[in-house]
Nanobody
Framework: QVQLVESGGGLVQAGGSLRLSCGASGRPLSNYAMGWFRQTPGKERETVAAISRFGGNIYYADSVKGRFTISRDNAENTVNLQMNSLKPEDTAVYYC??????????????WGQGTQVTVSS
């Protein structure tokens, strides 16, 4: 199975940028569709962005369209989330996850440990 580790979270002012990375080990990243999710206490987990195995299909939540960009580098076994024009409401723990067939509502089988993103106003 694949192991996922997120990095790149932190504290940033509103309007700033952060780049999250998710590194995969154990299996080739190209075996999996990848997604970024976020969760804050008391709220349901939100699907932020997702990308199919070779990047042909990409999804963004309406709340991040035009501000966030998901990308992947299968040779480097990484998937990234570039977050620009950050807002305080983007504050959350961000998780990357993998599934073997690109189907966003379906179960995501593998998860990272999460990285905190805090956007100050």
């Amino acid at each position: 199975q694949v192991q996922l580790v997120e990095s790149g979270g932190g504290l940033v002012q509103a309007g700033g940028s952060l780049r999250l990375s998710c590194g995969a080990s154990g299996r080739p990243l190209s075996n999996y569709a990848m997604g970024w999710f976020r969760q804050t206490p008391g709220k349901e987990r939100e699907t932020v962005a997702a990308i199919s195995r070779f990047g042909g299909n990409i999804y963004y939540a309406d709340s991040v369209k035009g501000r966030f960009t998901i990308s992947r580098d299968n040779a480097e076994n990484t998937v990234n989330l570039q977050m620009n024009s950050l807002k305080p409401e983007d504050t959350a723990v961000y998780y990357c996850a993998a599934q073997q067939i690109y189907n966003i509502p379906a179960q995501w089988n593998y998860w990272g440990q999460g990285t905190q993103v805090t956007v100050s106003s």
